[in-house]
């Protein structure tokens, strides 16, 4: 939670000191970095994770700590993959990315020497995310979060700077210097996860890598089309519209995720290692996927419907008025989560169990596909908001597809429990967007409010007998009052 704060907060700066232009730059470079990123990071820091996950739940201590060593020398391999590939890609980078917007070639000349630079900010990311693999596998949670937290809270405190003094000109050495103080957080966390002593040669490393890297390819691939299509998207949006409204795209985008991202980071840490351990039993996938979907609905759907009511109060709060347009192309936005929320650990499923192919196919081509053709055609046809439409239908569709595969491949269905709370979160989230969009903006609010606190009701109720809610929420409170 204390992540999320701050990532908003980061986007409050953002917003205040760069606007919606720096804000949609600084879109085109993070986006192209990490298209970079996913691609010559094999994917190592997916597959690691069910590797070190595996090797962990066999308590063979031989076979963990050679696990990680080998991991760790794929992991300096691919760093300078990354960085070297940057420097050479530069000129073509800089001119695909901000060919229609450098006017001068002064600017030209700028953003491939910025290119090459952020190199470097691929460099240290693949090291970072490599050393949270780490964490993550071998079940140190509570180092993973407090490299999360630590890195986050320094990587703001470095970058507030160069944004006020420099502005747009700041956002290259606040991306860079920001990388390279995660990196060193995630390596001082890591620093105690022992890895086997005594030398292995080059050929162990390449055969002990290659399961791993059989797995990564895959999700590789699959990352790497996802940037792909952010990427393009991104340059769509401000070829086609202008990078002003790729600042209101990104921002919107922003305060959805970040608003869901504690429920998504803590299935992605804790929900996957735990999955992949029972991967090979499809009773207890489907029972672990069940009981993660129950826990993910019933705090999203909350999250989302208190979000879409209070969104142009959170506009203002969280970035500035000049991106009170977001407001309608923000509410759609969270449907769409909603679907997503309800898919998520679904989705994980093929990928947990090494199927490679079917993750591929699911991940890699459908939602990929889907996000440029979807949302490129939504905002051709209506703007921001059109873009958001489409991302809802997608979305949906996915739902109803990765439900009928799992089915099929692995006697995976929804428990009569699932199904029906999805079934009235739709309803909630349908209601309140519906009330929102139609009813005089004077009288809306209150049958808003009405649908959110009912939502709120009935999430507590169920969490409180799934899980003695009450209880943890008391224990939360009495450590933050140090009792």
């Known amino acids: 939670m204390l992540q999320v704060i701050l990532n908003l907060l980061r986007g409050k700066i953002v917003a205040v000191l760069l ?6 730059i600084n879109s085109l470079f993070f ?25 962990r739940e066999s308590g063979d201590e031989d076979s963990l700590s050679r696990s990680v060593k080998i991991f760790r020398r794929w992991l300096g391999a691919t760093s300078l993959l990354g960085l070297l590939l940057m420097v050479v890609l530069s000129p073509v980078l800089s001119d695909y990315t901000f060919g229609d917007i450098a006017l001068n070639e002064g600017e030209k000349q700028y953003y491939t020497l910025a290119f090459a630079l952020l190199g470097l900010m691929v460099f240290f990311n693949t090291l970072s995310t490599g050393n949270a693999a780490i964490l993550q596998g071998t079940r140190n949670l509570k ?54 002593k005594g030398s292995i040669t080059i050929g162990e490393t390449i055969k002990g890598g290659t399961p791993m890297l059989k797995l990564g390819l895959t999700m590789m691939v699959s990352t790497t089309l996802a940037s792909v299509a952010h990427y393009l998207l991104n340059t769509f949006i401000s070829s086609t519209g202008s990078v002003s409204d790729l600042g209101l795209y990104q ?52 999250v989302l ?19 009170l347009p977001v407001v309608g192309f923000v509410r759609l936005l969270a449907f769409g989560m909603l679907f997503k929320a309800a898919s998520y650990s679904i989705g994980t499923i093929s990928f947990a169990k090494g199927d490679k192919k079917v993750f591929f196919l699911l991940e890699g081509i459908y ?22 439409l489409f991302f809802l239908l997608m979305h949906v569709i996915y739902f109803f597809l990765v439900l009928l595969v799992t089915y099929r491949l692995y006697s995976f269905y929804l428990h009569k429990m699932l199904t029906h709370i999805i079934v009235v979160s739709v309803i909630f989230m349908g209601s309140l967007y519906l009330t929102l969009r139609f009813m005089d903006e004077a009288y809306s609010f209150y049958p808003a409010a009405i649908i959110t606190v009912a939502a709120l009701v009935f999430s507590y109720v169920r969490l409180e007998k799934l899980i003695g809610l009450k209880e943890i929420l008391l224990k939360i409170i009495s450590k933050i009052r140090g009792h």
Do not use: H
């Open 367 to 388: 939602v990929n596909a889907s996000i440029l053709i979807f949302c490129s055609i939504g905002y051709a046809l209506g703007g921001l908001e059109g873009l958001a």
């Open 19 to 24: 606007g919606a232009t720096g804000m949609g």
């Open 143 to 196: 180092k993973y979060a407090l490299y999360s937290l630590t890195g986050t809270i320094s990587a703001l405190l470095v970058s507030v700077p160069f944004y006020y003094f420099w502005g747009i000109k700041g956002i290259l050495p606040a991306l860079i210097f920001s990388t390279l103080v995660t990196y060193l957080f995630s390596a001082l966390y890591a620093r105690g996860i022992k890895s086997q």
């Open 251 to 302: 921002a919107g985008m922003s305060i959805t995720t970040q608003s869901i991202g504690l429920v998504f980071t803590a299935m992605a840490v804790d929900y996957y290692p735990r999955l992949a351990s029972v991967s090979s039993d499809n009773i207890k996938v489907r029972e672990t996927a069940n009981q993660q979907g129950v826990i993910t609905m019933l705090i999203a759907t909350p």
């Open 31 to 55: 986006s192209t970095v990490t298209m970079v990123n996913n691609f010559t990071g094999l994917g190592l820091n997916f597959s690691a994770v069910r590797e070190i996950a595996s090797s």
């Open 305 to 323: 419907l208190l979000l879409s009511l209070l969104l142009p109060l959170v506009v203002r709060i969280l970035l500035s008025q000049e991106f």
